[in-house]
């Protein structure tokens, strides 16, 4: 199996998010082709139009990027 990310952006996927109690990790943009990892996070506490809370934590939304790992079936396995 491959693993991929999706990136949560609207509302309605961080309310997905949160329902189904999937971990969330926080990632940082630091150039063309860099991020930082902030943290490897956990499920979403509570968010709003401005912030999100992960693990105790409020990360700005326009700021930082919230990801979810998606698995992918490779052809043929």
């Given at each position: 199996m491959n693993y991929t990310y999706k990136v949560l952006k609207s509302d309605i996927e961080l309310f997905t998010a949160a329902l189904s109690q999937v971990r969330v990790y926080v990632v940082q943009s630091l150039g063309e082709d860099f991020i930082s990892v902030v943290d490897y996070g956990g499920t979403i506490e509570k968010f709003s139009p401005d912030s999100v809370k992960i693990a105790g934590a409020y990360?700005?939304?326009?700021?930082?990027e919230f990801r979810v790992d998606v698995k992918k079936n490779s052809a043929g396995m």
């Open positions: 990360y700005i939304r326009n700021q930082f």
